[in-house]
Nanobody
């Protein structure tokens, strides 16, 4: 059973930075794609970024490209999402998700992911 645990959410001012984490010992021993999704208030959940565990492929939504960076630390069995130049529209509940295999061109499709964390809240105030 794959378990995902997010941490690091909080409140930050417009233009600030925040790093959120997703810990999972299971996925770092197998072939997985890890992704970050978010659900803004009153909106549907959307893909933010994804990374192939043990690989070098990274994927980003256009809305965060150049501001967010997804990374992995095998020693810590953790995937990170570093968020810079945050905007109020980045306010959302952020979730990490995992699926077996590569991320691929449809990495942003939440139906492809079998495992989900509980989420961590990120609030950006103007």
């Amino acid at each position: 059973q794959v378990q995902l645990e997010e941490s690091g959410g909080g409140s930050v001012q417009d233009g600030g930075s925040l790093r959120i984490s997703c810990a999972s010992s299971s996925v770092f021993y197998a072939d997985y794609c890890m992704a970050w999704f978010r659900r803004p208030p009153g909106k549907e959940r959307e893909g933010v970024a994804a990374i192939r565990i043990g690989g070098y492929s990274e994927y980003y939504a256009d809305s965060v490209k150049g501001r967010f960076t997804v990374s992995q630390d095998n020693a810590e069995s953790t995937v990170y999402l570093l968020m810079n130049t945050l905007k109020p529209e980045d306010t959302a509940m952020y979730y990490c998700a995992a699926k077996v295999g590569s991320c691929g061109s449809t990495w942003y499709s939440e139906s492809r992911y079998s495992y989900w964390g509980q989420g961590t809240q990120v609030t950006v105030s103007s």
